[in-house]
């Protein structure tokens, strides 16, 4: 399936008091954004996920670059893609740009366990098969 791409407008509560994003608010927004992934591609919210079905899906690493700084008032636009589907991970590409410009460019990988206190397991048939249709082949 084709890429994931959604929009963040930089506000105040992004930055630090040089008007720029402070590092850990792009953290908040890789969240944001597998967050809208899972609902509006693989079919089930985080709510869905954690308070429904009682598993959870937590981020175990990420590798970022910062490419260039971004400024209070301008919007990003962050695209997510599925790059690896594992046993019971899997692994996002998240780039952000601005106009054009890479901004910050960030490779996370998220497991599935059936609670917060398991080690991972492999992915349920279901969400499997909705994971593999978002799957970008390179």
Wanted: with cysteine; charged share 20%; aromatic share 10%.
């Amino acid at each position: 399936m084709s890429v994931f791409e959604t929009t963040q407008k930089i506000g105040f509560q992004h930055c630090d008091p040089a008007g720029i994003v402070f590092y850990p608010r792009y953290f908040e927004m890789f969240n944001m954004i597998i967050e809208e992934w899972f609902e509006r591609r693989v079919g089930l919210s985080f709510y869905d996920i954690h308070m429904v079905r009682g598993e959870v899906v937590p981020t175990v690493h990420v590798e970022v670059d910062f490419k260039a700084p971004s400024r209070l008032g301008e919007t990003l636009t962050l695209v997510l893609k599925l790059v690896k589907l594992g046993t019971s991970s899997i692994t996002f590409n998240i780039d952000a740009t601005n106009g054009g410009t890479a901004r910050v460019h960030a490779e996370l990988v998220l497991v599935y366990a059936k609670s917060a206190l398991e080690k991972s397991v492999g992915w349920p048939d279901d969400l499997r098969t909705a994971l593999t249709k978002q799957l970008v082949q390179n």
